[in-house]
């Protein structure tokens, strides 16, 4: 039999708490009063997350904080106090999404345990192993991630791997998802999403009002399959749902793994009732990516959710056995133990009692009164000399010393080493150039050719015109032979430089000989970012396009930022072009998705049948020269995906002149 994997549930509110510790989960996922992913939910800070801690250490679940938004430079003394806080109060690790935010934690808070968010989009085991030198412990895996690649990873990764198994599903990949941050001014990276991807789109005469809306996940249908791959930790999503689905989810996921076995029907029905959007969906994991995998939330599914018994508190108990020796001129002692853990605590010297003498039954009245606690008495054993006497407010107060000594013994002892923070600084400066990236070779016109100083085209499209490739977002361990081979046919043909994206492709861009181009979808919004990808052999780096121009000022090193071209909001696993219209279309890029304000967003097919979606307006800084020096901006960066190249030669033209572009633009 394998170990069985650590069930984690999430706990969006005290109640939620308790919710998961009744359900049977082996930890707990909660964040704290600032950088977390969900901002809106209760969340836990200062007194809340030291007896949230207690709580569920006192029946031996960890608890792990997340701090996986992005954060600026100058908001990293922040962000390090948390993680302090958050150590101090006995977080067993931290949830962290921020790359530099990580390495900065690294150095003040040594020993703190590191896992990194599904933000960082980890999705093959190369990843596991640059995770590892970065300092984590754990990597939580793409949901995307199939079977086969979800077994490669954990066989070869040097780290654990946790993966999601049931709850929502996004409808882009973790940490590339720009949609609620750029059109709605609401960053999920930054723990704001207005989920955008619920809302209606139109895509010609397509019928499907709601063409991102993914059902749910379950993966409760491959229990024994998620057992016997050996991943470390299973996790619920749900930081924003009721006390009622962590209780009834964690439930039913605890009776599952504990026998081994997948949900029965039966089983199934009960977990759609607590909550679904249509039912699950289980394709990413099974390779059946398609349109049955779309859903919203019915009324159906509402009424399911409100029919779910109320949950009314905790009702598990830790049972406890009590030992008391009360001997004359010696203080009375209490000793409690759970199995896991034993204290003793010392009271007052006992008097002789004149008439009233305390005996077995009258100390145990006193000391096994527990209702207002999470403990229930299991055994009691006294040692009690005759003719004495204490009042019962002294046995009472040695009570409530013990029970507290007993819950803080599973936190005083995570000792834990902590600096002062030094700021990293990048060793490289800020130089002028000027690059871009092409959809198409089309588009790379004679005038293109004179005015940037290096070109980049998509790997799968590489032609010797360009002498950069810009590598997939997303490039799963079954893929890598092919891109492998790619990598070599372009470097055969001339290619020079790579933009990555993800630092799991760093090895592939090294071991082909070319120079790897930190991409904008490392996320990099502050400088220890831009000094860890430095550290890595990533020559420049493109800054994330949601910092403002005063956030892209306070950064240094020798960074890029993005002035002109409709930037992915979106980069999707599965392809909704097939779906709504066809490939001839998804590959000559005339598919848009129109919202419900008539706004049209180009939808472009990536690599294989992988889509993204990118905004409705340009950046535009063509007339905005004074602005960008104010910021310190040397080299920039253009994106083409829908222009023609009489339309390129345009913008080129306007950014020579430093003149306003035509049509509506977005500002950085």
């Known amino acids: 039999m394998k170990k069985l994997p650590e069930l984690l549930c999430p706990a969006g509110s005290p109640e939620a708490l308790d919710a998961a510790i009744e359900g049977g989960a082996d930890a707990i996922y909660f964040g704290g009063a600032s950088f977390n992913a969900r901002m809106h939910a209760k969340n836990f800070g200062g007194d809340t997350m030291r007896s949230a801690v207690l709580r569920a250490h006192a029946f031996g679940v960890k608890v792990y904080l997340t701090l996986n938004t992005l954060v600026t430079d100058r908001e990293l003394p922040a962000f390090l106090d948390a993680a302090r806080e958050a150590a101090e109060e006995g977080v067993d690790a931290l949830i962290v999404a921020d790359a530099g935010g990580a390495a900065a934690i690294r150095r003040t808070l040594p020993h703190m345990e590191l896992h990194a968010s599904t933000q960082m989009s980890a999705h093959n085991a190369a990843m596991g192993r640059q995770l590892a030198e970065l300092g984590f412990t754990r990597m939580v895996v793409a949901r995307e991630t199939s079977a086969e690649n979800l077994k490669q990873i954990v066989r070869e990764s040097p780290i654990e791997v946790e993966a999601f198994i049931h709850g929502a599903l996004c409808v882009s990949h973790s940490g590339q998802c720009l949609f609620s941050s750029l059109v709605g001014g609401r960053s999920g990276n930054r723990g704001e999403c207005a989920q955008p991807c619920r809302l209606p789109f139109t895509c010609g005469k397509n019928k499907n009002a709601y063409p991102l809306s993914l059902k749910d996940l379950s993966l409760a249908a491959h229990v024994p399959a998620l057992i016997d791959m050996g991943i470390a930790s299973l996790k619920i999503e749900g930081r924003m749902k009721s006390p009622e689905y962590v209780r009834d989810t964690a439930r039913i996921w605890r009776r599952l793994l504990d026998e081994h076995r997948s949900a029965t029907l039966a089983e199934m029905q009960a977990l759609a009732d607590v909550f679904s959007r249509d039912g699950f969906t289980d394709a990413y994991f099974t390779g059946r990516i398609g349109g049955h995998m779309l859903g919203v939330r019915s009324d159906s599914d509402k009424f399911n959710s409100r029919a779910q018994t109320p949950f009314e508190g905790l009702t598990r108990k830790i049972p406890l056995t009590l030992d008391v020796c009360m001997r004359a001129n010696a203080p009375i002692t209490l000793t409690l133990s759970d199995g896991a853990r034993s204290v003793t605590v010392c009271g007052d010297i006992p008097q002789t009692a004149i008439n009233a003498p305390l005996n077995e039954e009258s100390v145990k009245r006193s000391l096994t009164k527990l209702g207002g606690t999470v403990y229930t008495v299991k055994e009691f054993h006294a040692e009690i000399e005759e003719g004495l006497m204490l009042p019962v407010s002294r046995l009472n107060d040695l009570r409530r010393r013990a029970i507290q000594t007993l819950e803080e013994n599973g936190t005083e002892n995570r000792a834990y080493e902590s600096y002062p923070y030094a700021p990293k600084t990048p060793k490289e400066t800020r130089t002028v150039r000027r690059t871009a990236r092409f959809t198409d070779p089309k588009q790379i016109t004679p005038a293109a050719k004179a005015y940037f100083n290096r070109l980049y085209l998509p790997l799968h499209r590489y032609d010797p015109v360009a002498t950069g490739v810009v590598l997939p977002p997303v490039i799963f361990d079954g893929d890598i032979p092919l891109v492998e081979t790619m990598l070599q046919q372009a470097t055969a043909q001339g290619a020079t430089h790579a933009l990555v994206g993800n630092y799991g492709h760093l090895e592939l861009v090294r071991h082909a000989g070319l120079i ?34 005063p956030q892209i000022r306070d950064v240094e090193g020798n960074t890029e930022v993005i002035v002109y071209g409709r930037i992915p909001l979106m980069t999707l696993e599965k392809c909704v072009t097939r779906e709504l219209a066809s490939c001839e279309q998804c590959t000559n890029g005339s598919v848009v998705l129109r919202d419900r304000r008539g706004v049209e967003f180009p939808v472009l097919r990536e690599w294989e049948h992988r889509n993204v979606i990118y905004n409705s307006l340009p950046t535009g800084m063509s007339d905005r020269a004074e602005q960008l020096r104010g910021a310190n901006v040397k080299a920039t960066h253009f994106l083409f995906s829908t222009e023609s190249p009489a339309e390129v030669d345009a913008i080129i033209e306007a950014y020579r002149k430093k003149e306003a572009l035509h049509g509506k633009i977005r500002r950085i």
């Open 516 to 549: 790897p181009i930190g991409d904008y979808r490392l996320n990099a919004t502050n400088r220890e970012s831009v000094a860890l990808a430095e550290a890595h052999g990533i020559a420049e780096l493109i800054l994330s396009p949601e910092l403002t121009l």
